[in-house]
């Protein structure tokens, strides 16, 4: 089947594309000519923070508006760039004088809030390397990660830490501080450093720490889809990666007003949620609060929005809010969107076009590449239902892996795994403390990504599913998400998981895991209209054999289904690690 291309979306408003035309930009592109557009530190070596405040501060941009938190009660804070800068090398000198040196690890529990953003590039300056968890995390996670990472510091708040770190923190002699943002000293638990009273203490220069390219500055854990997540090695380096991806893929002005959604516990909410607005001289929001769509519609008209990257878990649930409650000049200047993080159905793009009056931009990328690989751009035709095409400077492919070799799938539209040719600046170095699981996943100088994924003649990537979810049905391989994209269609599903079922004749038979719109409610009756809709789109090969109602379908913590836990379940089979299944606690 022809796909359906929406014709380049391109906004009258603001200014042109970073990139125009997509053959033009990679033919000249090269990463040196993207490490040229920023500086490196003045004595030679490359600092993400420097770039991030510092250089700005340089060019005279200090005043520029650089942070705008929104608070959950209606507080608002704004942060220059100079106040960032100033902060930040407060919070650095505070870290030298607790003896917290280069290539230590500091780790940050908390919400979004400005504390965190300071930590985390006041520690960037210092040397160290940050960890950002996810706030949410229970006690057995968050120890889990601090213990692999080695935690020297940590920034948090009192609750979090009373409660989540405190239990066990005797079993962790490595960490040596605790800073807790909201301690009034006189009353803070045992072992532990109210940071405001630390901060007025410290001064605010700091001539920041010299690093390499090459050295360590962030630790990012996986998000658990598939198993144990990984804890993904990242280096100053990839601030080129960040910074030149943002201008491209997401279209990054500097007079733009960016909201990135993601929280920095996911390396998205770092990548494009901390680095690479900054790098650009960006405005960006941080919104403290939960998902909320009438919340989130405010904000974009409000905060005058002009970029706006968030995920298909939100986007659905925008979709499930409807559309009455987008009032008019909501999106009047927003100028590009774009989504992360699970397959975009095309049901999300057709939706967003006509109730938001513009398409969601998707792109592909992965804890491990550390920056947007593949996407669809600003001045380019989207193919719906595709990832869209490589990033300048970003070599990908079809291949086969057959042990120790590669053999690359030239056919158009044909299946196989999705590799990328290494040596990208934001290319992870390492999963901590598993350097042959790390080694595995290079074969012939490309980084093999575990999703498979299929390319047309045009170039365009399509995404098929993940390498462990794919389903082999009667010598078909069917790709989940077609499936899942394909029961999208249908009005009454809001949600679609699909995963293979052993069956002693067709080897594994497709099963469907739906959670309805409201004003829909489980029945035989639907049942059968879906299963008819799934055969009609699908045929009767790849159609699912059977469908079950949920409520909810579990989730990561970000918001990603995990079907291998549907899976598990179904099956009763062992669950594997759930430490970042969502669930209620707080
Ligand atoms: P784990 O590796 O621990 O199982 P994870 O793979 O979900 O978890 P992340 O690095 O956060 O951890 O997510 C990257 C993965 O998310 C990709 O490998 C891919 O499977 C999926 N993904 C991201 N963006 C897209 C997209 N645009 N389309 C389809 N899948 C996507
Ligand atoms: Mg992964």
Redesign the pocket.
């Known amino acids: 089947m022809k796909p359906a291309v929406l014709r380049k979306y391109l906004s009258s408003r603001g200014p042109a594309p970073n990139l125009g035309d997509y053959a033009a930009t990679r033919a000249g592109f090269s990463w040196a000519l993207a490490r040229s557009e920023l500086d490196g530190l003045p004595r030679g070596g490359l600092n993400i923070a420097h770039e991030a405040l510092d250089r700005h501060l340089a060019r005279r941009r200090g005043d520029k508006l650089a942070l705008r938190w929104l608070g959950k009660d209606g507080t608002v804070r704004d942060f220059t760039y100079a106040d960032l800068a100033r902060h930040t090398n407060r919070f650095a000198n505070v870290l030298r004088a607790a003896g917290i040196g280069k290539g230590d690890t500091v780790f940050t529990l908390l919400g979004r809030v400005p504390e965190l953003y300071i930590s985390a590039l006041g520690t960037l300056k210092n040397g160290s390397v940050v960890s950002p968890l996810f706030s949410v995390f229970g006690p057995e996670p968050v120890q889990t990660r601090m213990q692999r990472g080695e935690a020297k510091a940590l920034v948090t708040t009192r609750h979090l830490y009373e409660r989540k770190v405190a239990p066990w923190r005797v079993q962790l002699p490595s960490l040596r501080h605790v800073f807790l943002i909201d301690g009034t000293e006189g009353s803070l638990p045992a072992d532990t450093v109210s940071l405001a009273a630390a901060m007025a203490a410290a001064s605010d220069s700091f001539d920041i720490v010299h690093t390499a390219a090459e050295d360590i500055a962030l630790l990012h854990f996986?998000?658990?889809?598939?198993?144990?997540?990984?804890g993904a090695i990242h280096v100053h380096e990839a601030v080129v990666a960040h910074h030149i991806t943002a201008k491209y893929a997401l279209d990054l002005h500097a007079d733009d007003i960016f909201w990135c959604t993601a929280d920095p516990g996911?390396?998205?909410g770092t990548s494009y949620g901390i680095i690479a607005p900054l790098t650009i001289g960006t405005t960006m929001i941080v919104d403290e609060a939960d998902f909320d769509a009438e919340r989130w519609y405010d904000i974009l008209r409000r905060e005058r929005v002009n970029v706006w990257y968030t995920a298909p878990t939100a986007i659905r649930m925008l979709m499930r809010a409807g559309a009455e409650i987008v009032k008019p000049g909501t999106l009047d200047t927003v100028r590009f969107m774009a989504?992360?993080?699970?397959?975009?159905n095309p049901e999300a793009v057709i939706w967003s076009a006509k109730t938001l009056g513009q398409p969601f931009h998707?792109?592909?990328?992965?804890?491990?590449t550390g920056g947007i690989m593949i996407a669809n751009f600003a001045s380019q035709d989207i193919k719906i239902g595709s990832?869209g095409r490589p990033l300048p400077g970003i070599e990908a492919a079809i291949v086969d892996r057959d042990g120790d070799t590669l053999r690359t799938i030239a056919e158009p539209m044909k299946s196989g795994e999705l590799a990328l040719k290494a040596g990208w600046p934001s290319m992870f170095r390492g999963y901590l403390h598993e350097e042959e699981r790390y080694r595995k996943n290079f074969v012939d100088g490309w980084y093999l990504?575990?999703?498979l994924a299929m390319r047309d003649l045009d170039g365009y990537f399509w995404?098929v599913g993940?390498g462990d979810d794919v389903i082999k049905s009667a010598g078909h391989l069917i790709g989940p998400?077609e499936v899942e994209s394909a029961l999208m269609e249908h009005p009454a599903v809001s949600e679609a998981a699909v995963i293979g079922i052993p069956d002693p004749v067709a080897g594994e038979t497709v099963k469907a895991f739906l959670a309805l719109n409201p004003g829909y409610e489980a029945s035989e009756a639907l049942r059968k209209e879906l299963l008819g809709h799934a055969r009609k789109r699908l045929g009767p090969a790849v159609a699912p054999k059977e469908i079950a109602f949920r409520a909810d379908l579990p989730k990561?913590r970000?918001g990603?289904i995990m079907r291998r836990l549907l899976k598990a379940r179904e099956l009763g089979l062992p669950e594997g690690d759930t430490s970042t299944l969502e669930s209620d606690e707080k």
């Open positions: 996986t998000s658990g889809t598939t198993g144990r997540p990984k996911w390396v998205t989504s992360v993080g699970e397959p975009l998707d792109n592909w990328w992965q804890t491990e990832m990504t575990g999703d995404f993940r998400f990561t970000s990603k």
